[in-house]
């Protein structure tokens, strides 16, 4: 087993700041218990979490609630909250180039380390990048989302009726998963970046509109070059469900339902939705790769756990200035479509 931290935590700055202007006390801390999630490894160098999840704790010194600045642009009384679920990785350069490009057109954004809130002290490690099972991975970030949709929809400096949740890679997952439990009046959309098959799975039915967004070069994890994301499916085995989450595909494709099976593609997935009328979309820019915001394209590889059961795979993240900014300029013209 690896080590944890201790779990002491630490209210974030800017969280301070909102709550002292509200004139509240922060009195929902959700700090977690002593016995929160483990480490297990089935492999050299890569391993599953076992044991209870912890909860969103909005106290976490990893919260970043960030409101838009002063010269920002005003889209409302209150700025709408875009809900951030980060990677596989935990929160990086992706996701704080979301908060900044948010932030300045106007739009407040909630950002935090699942991982960290789950007493793992995994910075500058590739712990959680290569060394974990998608499944483990979603199942923390699921929770702490899905927590912190429920503690944003009361915030007082926010437009509580127009929540978005943007999601990347195994965040991104957790995003379409998100689309199924959130309420219709609190949330106007969600986007899903760059999701994979294998995981929590993906659900039945979805509440409100979900864009599903892919660089045509989005290769991550591919055995091949031209194994993009949004077609490739995975082993059933590799899928297990989250705690709360709505019922969907690992009802038959998990570790316990039809383990030798194949799953669906993001792709079949998506199409099977959207014959059914569902609000789903599907967002493919060029010269794109994994993570639009990721900076310039990088055409790397990744190695998954060591030793001699070690797994190469392709790895290419990053996109063109011209396509972020048209990745940007798509959800800002979703988000304005909220206002009359």
């Not at 704790?57 to 919260?63: F, K, L, M, Y």
């Not at 600045?69 to 935990?90: N, Q, R, T, V, Y």
Request: proline letters at 7%; aromatic letters at 8%; hydrophobic letters at 40%.
């Amino acid at each position: 087993m690896l080590s944890k931290s201790s779990g002491a935590k630490a209210v974030c700055a800017s969280t301070v700041f909102l709550w002292a202007l509200a004139g509240q006390a922060q009195t929902d801390c959700k700090p977690a218990p002593p016995d929160v999630a483990r480490l297990v490894e089935i492999r050299p160098g890569f391993h599953r979490v076992a044991g209870p999840l912890a909860d969103f704790d909005p106290c976490h010194r990893s919260v970043q609630l960030s409101m838009p600045g002063f010269f920002a642009d005003k889209l409302g009384e209150k700025p709408p909250l875009m809900i951030i679920a980060h990677g596989g990785g935990g929160p990086g350069g992706a996701e704080q180039e979301m908060v900044r490009r948010m932030n300045a057109r106007g739009v407040a954004t909630l950002l935090y380390d699942a991982y960290e809130m789950n007493g793992f002290r995994y910075r500058g490690t590739l712990l959680f990048a290569t060394g974990a099972t998608n499944e483990s991975r979603q199942r923390m970030i699921f929770k702490a989302t899905l927590g912190a949709y429920q503690w944003a929809r009361q915030h007082p400096r926010v437009d509580t009726s127009r929540l978005l949740i943007h999601g990347l890679s195994n965040g991104g997952s957790v995003a379409l998963n998100m689309a199924a439990v959130v309420d219709p009046t609190h949330v106007r959309a969600v986007f899903s970046e760059g999701a994979p098959a294998a995981g929590i799975g993906m659900p039945d039915q979805i509440r409100v509109p979900l864009k599903m967004v892919f660089g045509k070069l989005d290769n991550y994890g591919g055995k091949t070059e031209d194994d993009w994301m949004h077609l490739r499916t995975n082993p059933c085995m590799l899928s297990q469900p989250a705690q709360d989450a709505a019922p969907g595909t690992t009802q038959r494709c998990s570790l316990r339902a039809n383990p030798t099976a194949q799953s669906l593609s993001p792709q079949q997935w998506g199409d099977q939705l959207k014959a059914e009328g569902q609000p789903l979309e599907f967002w493919f820019y060029d010269d794109a790769a994994h993570g639009l915001l990721a900076g310039a394209i990088d055409r790397g590889m990744r190695t998954y756990g060591s030793g001699p059961t070690a797994l190469r795979r392709y790895g290419w993240i990053g996109a063109s200035p011209d396509a972020a900014n048209r990745f940007t300029a798509d959800l800002m013209k979703i988000i304005k479509a909220t206002y009359p």
